[in-house]
């Protein structure tokens, strides 16, 4: 049972518009969320967080929302490069130490 | 340094071979993590330690031993596998574990292939 759930495998925006990638997740013991991009050959490379108490964080042209009634969070880059291309995941933390990740979106952004 | 060091890049063995897995991170980070990456799966949570030690293990089998000799290193030692345990190895840390929110940084993975 998958317990983070990003619904779209794939997204393609144009060069300077808005990404939204989505994320839903179904375990109410979640406190803390994060966004991490992965290039191919790489390690994830952390993006983004928040904490179950808020329900945005911004930074530069990353935001993160999270509506907890709906067990949702989404990530909005403003604007959107070509070097944001890449796969992005969603992951949630319980108990303090486990995180599950969500399987990830790819991201296109077409110049 | 905000790096997580991991070696070998690639590895490739057989299934009576025994190799081991490093990962190093001089951040002073007090969290070490061991994922499992199947190729176009998420990132798979093995073991946690915690001020160097063993806090969760996921239900890993015996032929994975994690071992977290001192703050800064983390070894996985490999003993038998399948082939099925062909995967990308990601080894991750942070500053602490618990209720406080620190993000984990990631080493770029080992890629073990099983023979």
């Known amino acids: 049972d998958q317990q983070v759930k990003q619904n779209s495998p794939s997204l393609s925006v144009q060069e300077g518009r808005i990404s939204i990638l989505n994320c839903d997740y179904t375990?109410?013991?979640?406190?803390?969320f994060l966004w991490y991009k992965k290039y191919p050959a790489e390690g994830p490379t952390f993006l983004i967080s928040?904490?179950?108490?808020?329900d945005k964080n911004e930074d530069g042209r990353f935001t993160v929302f999270l509506n907890k009634s709906a067990k949702h969070l989404s990530l909005h880059i403003v604007p959107s490069q070509p070097g944001d291309s890449a796969v992005y995941f969603c992951?949630?933390?319980?108990?303090?130490?486990?995180?599950?990740f969500g399987p990830g979106t790819r991201l296109s952004v077409l110049p | 340094d905000t790096e997580v060091t991991q070696t070998p890049k690639h590895l490739v063995m057989g299934m009576t071979n025994k190799k081991s897995l490093k990962c190093e991170q001089h951040?002073?980070?007090?969290?070490m993590y061991w994922y499992k990456q199947k190729a176009k799966k998420p990132p798979e949570l093995m073991f946690v330690?915690?001020?160097?030690?063993?806090?969760i293990n996921e239900s890993v089998p015996s032929r994975f031993s994690p071992e977290c000799p001192n703050s800064s290193l983390l070894n996985l030692h490999l003993h038998a596998l399948q082939p099925e345990d062909s995967a990308l190895y990601l080894c991750?840390?942070?500053?602490?574990?618990?209720?406080?929110?620190?993000?984990?940084?990631f080493g770029p993975g080992t890629r073990l292939t099983v023979l």
């Open positions: 992951a949630a933390r319980y108990h303090g130490q486990n995180f599950v």
């Open positions: 375990n109410s013991m979640f406190d803390y």
């Open positions: 330690y915690s001020y160097e030690k063993l806090s």
């Open positions: 991750a840390s942070s500053r602490t574990s618990g209720s406080s929110y620190n993000e984990q940084f």
């Open positions: 928040i904490s179950s108490i808020k």
């Open positions: 951040m002073g980070h007090r969290a």
